[in-house]
Nanobody
Framework: QVQLVESGGGLVQAGGSLRLSCAASRSIFSINILGWYRQAPGKQRELVAASTSGGSTNYADSVKGRFTISRDNAKNTVYLQMNSLKPEDTAIYYC???????????????WGQGTQVTVSS
């Protein structure tokens, strides 16, 4: 199994920055896909950014050029650097791990508890 613990959320003014962290309970070398999702009130959860163990990244169009996902393998942590924040970025942000190699097979659907990001105008 994998436990994911997010941190770094908070209240920030529009145009500001935050860095979210997600610490994994096992080596992230075994986690092929690490991603950040968000869910705003009354909306579905959506992918914000994802990173593969092979080094590929993927971003939602709404955050391209403003957000950066990165991995620190030594710390078993994935980060989401968020710059030029907008009020519409307000949401609960969740860390996700998929295609985790456990016992010789892939497991999917691990989630953190979420961290609130609020951007004021």
């Amino acid at each position: 199994q994998v436990q994911l613990v997010e941190s770094g959320g908070g209240l920030v003014q529009a145009g500001g920055s935050l860095r979210l962290s997600c610490a994994a309970s096992r080596s992230i070398f075994s986690i092929n896909i690490l991603g950040w999702y968000r869910q705003a009130p009354g909306k579905q959860r959506e992918l914000v950014a994802a990173s593969t163990s092979g080094g590929s990244t993927n971003y939602a169009d709404s955050v391209k050029g403003r957000f950066t996902i990165s991995r620190d393998n030594a710390k078993n942590t994935v980060y989401l650097q968020m710059n030029s924040l907008k009020p519409e970025d307000t949401a609960i942000y969740y860390c996700n791990a998929d295609a985790v190699v456990i016992g010789g097979r892939y497991e999917y659907g691990y989630w953190g508890q979420g961290t609130q990001v609020t951007v004021s105008s």
